[in-house]
């Protein structure tokens, strides 16, 4: 199991710790390191920082938001990238949801997910392959266009650049049974938002389709420190906040995703307080056992053997979640 570096979005700046954090994860024999972007900083121009300050460490966007930019344009970002930073670019895509999509984008979510992704999958990598012009006959993704309010002469095209590596790994962020499936499919890994250990079996038929070499990378945050309690409460602030907050009341991924991994009661609790402006009782209301299963928190010796768990799944690359260099520290000796 190789270990990546999950640096996140910015909150209200740009954190001066994160070029230091990749080169010491780069030092400590990190595989990869991982932006993010949801309404506020992009994924792609912070990695883009790091790659210059960078020579070995994979560079990984988990995720690219698919309503941000069109596939042939996330196409360009990830071959430009990959062209400088010399072959280095793990593309990893996803959805998100509803109020994100259509509050902050202003598209329509899609009434078919599944299809949207398959088609947005499919122009990329079509654009990186740059065997013939782009076409696609989508129902969201159609090239050239051919909706009613176009002009009828768009032109098939092919990337002027030719891309550095045609086979650049595509990987997707899913939750749901059928996405997951279709990632399977269609993707070369799989990011999922919350990994345990304890209930692997879960996702086993979902992907039971993958292929030879399929990469399973889940998130998970890290702290050695000896109060448990105190650490998990990050963890427990990050899932109020995606559970009672990402998303709406009646279509939340994130808290049905809680609920399939048998915390349905507490799923719905936890949306009821912090719809009801209660952020700091709905962060409480989280489990402390669900908050600890999916995240790698305490002493180094109980760190030690939960890692031991995360070793004997599926998963390929675990992307620790930590502004400590102790921590990863820590994680590289006991994961050597």
């Known amino acids: 199991m190789r270990l990546g570096l999950a640096l996140g979005y910015w909150g209200r700046g740009p954190s001066p710790d994160h070029v230091p954090l990749a080169q010491e994860a780069e030092r400590l024999g990190y595989d ?72 902050w984008y202003g598209r329509p979510f899609p009434k078919s997910p599944l299809t949207a992704t398959r088609e947005y999958v499919d122009v990329v990598r079509q654009v990186l392959r740059r065997e013939a012009h782009v076409r696609l006959a989508g129902s969201y993704h159609p090239l050239p266009y051919d909706g009613p309010d176009g002009t009828g002469i768009g032109k ?25 499936a279709q990632t399977a499919r269609i993707a070369d890994g799989w990011l999922p938002l919350y990994w345990s250990p304890l209930r692997a079996g879960v996702y086993e038929e ?35 906040f995606y559970i009672g907050g990402m998303g709406h009341a ?16 507490e799923a719905r609790r936890i949306q009821e307080l ?33 890692l031991e768990l995360w070793r004997k799944g599926p998963v390929t690359d675990l992307l620790v979640l930590s502004p400590d260099p102790h921590t990863l520290r820590v994680l590289a000796e006991l994961n050597s």
């Open 206 to 240: 979902p992907l039971s389709g993958a292929g030879e070499g399929f990469l399973v990378a889940p998130m998970a945050q890290a702290r050695v420190c000896a109060d448990v309690s105190e650490g998990l409460l990050p963890v427990k602030t990050m899932l109020g």
């Open 250 to 265: 009646a279509r939340n991924f994130h808290a049905d995703l809680m609920a399939r991994m048998g915390y349905e009661e």
């Open 156 to 180: 098939p095209l092919k990337s002027i650049t030719h891309p550095l590596r045609a086979q650049l790994p595509v990987l997707l962020g899913a939750e749901g049974p059928k996405n997951i």
């Open 32 to 103: 990869s390191v991982w932006t993010a972007e949801s309404w506020g900083s992009d994924a792609f121009t912070p990695l883009t920082w790091i790659a210059a300050q960078t020579s070995r460490i994979k560079l990984g966007t988990a995720v690219a938001q698919m309503a941000a930019r069109s596939p042939t344009t996330t196409a360009m970002h990830a071959l430009t990238l990959d062209h400088l930073s010399g072959g280095r670019v793990m593309l990893g895509l996803g959805l998100s949801g509803p109020q994100v999509v259509e509050g």
């Open 274 to 306: 912090f719809l009801a402006g209660r952020r700091e009782e709905a962060v409480l209301a989280v489990p402390d056992a669900f908050a600890d299963e999916i995240s790698l928190v305490g002493p180094r010796e109980r760190i030690a053997e939960r």
